[in-house]
């Protein structure tokens, strides 16, 4: 279970003011249909997570204890370093064509997160944390609970993206908090 609710709650925090809700946020103007905005977001987090996590997990069976914890640490403080830089989305980005909410979506999502810091979470949630499924699972609710408001009060949050520096800054915080604690060994 601690999978699960660390994975949910680590990626929901550092996914706020991300590029990919900023995304949601465009594409929810562009589409004005939520529902298949929503199910391209969790098609999209599921497989990328998946092979994420997958890869977290492979990486986990080659590497010893002390050097996993090093890299694991290392990892949340570069994640926490990481969030404390506001994402931006071009204006080329918002110009999805003609394939449809869903699949823009889909394709939209899958791309944007390759890299990005709530994948990179991922893998290092998968290194740290079994079963995958469960990571994975927890890290898509995660993107939910923070892609789904954008999608359906968009307007409403893309007025008030100044707050969400706060939010930012709290997730670089938690962060930072994962990254020492697996440096000191404390079972993070």
């Known amino acids: 279970m601690d999978a699960f609710l660390v994975s949910t709650g680590v990626v929901a925090l550092a996914e706020i003011g991300d590029k990919t809700q900023l995304l949601a946020l465009i594409l929810a103007a562009r589409f004005r249909r939520p529902w298949p905005i929503v199910a391209g977001i969790f098609v999209a987090t599921i497989l990328n997570h998946f092979a994420a996590g997958w890869v977290g997990q492979w990486v986990a069976h080659f590497v010893n204890a002390d050097v996993l914890r090093w890299m694991i640490g290392i990892g949340f403080l570069a994640i926490a370093a990481w969030a404390c830089i506001p994402d931006e989305v071009d204006e ?48 898509t609710l995660g993107m939910m609970i923070a892609n789904v408001p954008a999608v359906w009060l968009g307007q409403w949050i893309s007025d008030r993206l100044h707050l969400l520096r706060y939010v930012r800054f709290a997730a670089a915080a938690m962060f930072t908090v994962l990254g020492v604690l697996a440096l000191a060994n404390f079972g993070v």
């Open 92 to 139: 080329g980005d918002s110009e999805v064509q003609p394939y449809g909410a869903f699949i823009a979506t889909a394709i939209a999502f899958f791309l944007a997160e390759i890299g990005d810091k709530t994948q990179v979470a991922t893998v290092a949630l998968a290194i740290k944390y079994a079963p995958l499924w469960m990571v994975v699972v927890g890290t």
